[in-house]
């Protein structure tokens, strides 16, 4: 079971939407008078606000209800009827009421709503494509005696109440079900990208949209798409949200899309080692990233590899014992999107002193690290030990970045 929660200015909208004009399932009201229609809940709540209006008179209440939707799982609530959907409208609301701090236990002591004492009303609807039940509360504001509800972190609050009833009942918790469904939503994303010929948004849209989801796009002024949010059921996850190391984000999307379509391997060269271009760095990677050419005098016992950057191959060599004291040196971290032949071809690229098209392709793996200024070979360095530095950085590089919000002050 999942929930969400937040005060609104539209209440009148709301109010429609949630009873369908009439048409949804009204599994409760709370304070309201029996069997009126839509306009009539909303107008006797207006009539009750306009009761304290003096009151609130220098501080005027903007948001003048609270919109609360409760989504269990089919399995949950399999073989309800409205007073099973009654009796869990009023255990919410009870949990609720109780909820004094934040599931993260951040924000401590918040005043308690009285939505047990307000005029609310509880709608029940059905998702069209999945056929999922869920639940559309409105609530007043002002509670029976004149009170604002307060709600500030009424959405965390709605998770907590989700997270105790839940426990009651051995249900999943919420941020197990939005994990599961963020992993499913990456995972259609990805077939998506690897079905299609070429990358256009309104083909990614129309097949996501054809696996029962609803896309948003954010386009600028220019038409350009600058984010997207997928809606499954009543929770929407923003793309960045998805995967690792962003990798479906508008500014991404095209780059992870062409790592799904490699290149055909180049014919190996006479008297060479096979040439591996398994997973190609973005054309996005500038020219200049390599600013020249891998040593053209390679022999027969130097190791070749090819590197795809903006659409031109380049093929880099090293001597063979050095390609083998860095595979052996190479390890790929936890949780990473970097396979350990990616991680090969970043250390092989710090070997060559191409930094930075080493740590643009890191970024791409979704590593945040840098090598930072003054890179090279340190004087009278050994060609192994130098190789086995390169790798212990192309680890670290490759590592996912960890982002840590702070609360502004």
């Not at 009151?55 to 409205?82: C, H, Q, Y």
Request: with cysteine; charged share 30%.
């Amino acid at each position: 079971m999942v929930a969400t929660a937040r005060p609104i200015e539209h209440g009148q909208a709301m109010t429609n939407y949630a009873t369908k004009d009439f048409r949804a399932d009204i599994v409760k009201v709370n304070l309201l008078t029996e069997d009126l229609p839509p306009m009539g809940m909303w107008d006797e709540m207006v009539l009750h606000m306009n009761r304290f209006r003096q009151k609130f008179a220098r501080k005027p209440i903007d948001k003048t209800s609270i919109r609360i939707e409760v989504s269990p799982s089919m399995n949950e609530s399999d073989g309800w009827t409205l007073d099973d959907w009654r009796g869990f409208t009023e255990e919410f609301v009870n949990e609720l009421d109780q909820v004094t701090k934040t599931p993260d236990g951040k924000h401590r002591n918040l005043v308690k709503t009285n939505i047990k004492n307000s005029q609310y009303f509880a709608a029940l609807h059905y998702d069209a494509k999945s056929g999922i039940p869920h639940l559309h509360l409105v609530v007043n504001r002002i509670d029976k005696d004149g009170n604002i509800n307060d709600c500030h972190f009424i959405g965390e609050r709605a998770v907590a109440a989700a997270q105790a009833i839940n426990l009651c009942h051995d249900w999943k918790d919420p941020m197990e079900i939005r994990e599961e469904h963020l992993q499913q939503i990456t995972n259609d994303c990805m077939d998506i990208l690897k079905s299609l010929p070429r990358f256009e948004w309104t083909d990614y849209e129309t097949m996501l949209t054809k696996r029962c989801y609803k896309v948003k796009l954010q386009r600028d002024k220019e038409n350009v798409v600058r984010g997207y949010s997928i809606k499954m059921g009543n929770s929407a996850y923003k793309s960045s949200e998805l995967g690792t190391g962003r990798r479906l984000i508008p500014s991404q999307i095209e780059t992870t899309w062409r790592s799904l379509h490699p290149v055909q391997k180049p014919m190996a060269v006479q008297g060479q080692k096979p040439v591996d271009s398994k997973k190609p760095i973005a054309d996005s990677l500038s020219k200049t990233q390599i600013s020249s050419q891998a040593k053209s005098t390679s022999t027969s016992s130097d190791y070749q590899q090819v590197i795809l950057i903006d659409g031109e191959e380049k093929q880099l060599s090293i001597p063979e014992r050095v390609f083998k004291e860095l595979d052996s040196n190479i390890v790929v971290p936890e949780n990473s999107d970097a396979t350990h032949e990616d991680i090969l071809k970043v250390a092989m690229l710090l070997f060559l002193n191409y930094v930075d098209a080493a740590t643009a392709m890191s970024e791409f793996y979704g590593g945040g690290g840098d090598a930072g200024t003054g890179w090279g070979k340190d004087k009278d360095e050994d060609e192994l030990e130098r190789a086995r530095r390169c790798a212990k950085m192309a680890n670290w590089l490759c590592k996912p970045i960890v982002r840590r919000w702070k609360r502004g002050k």
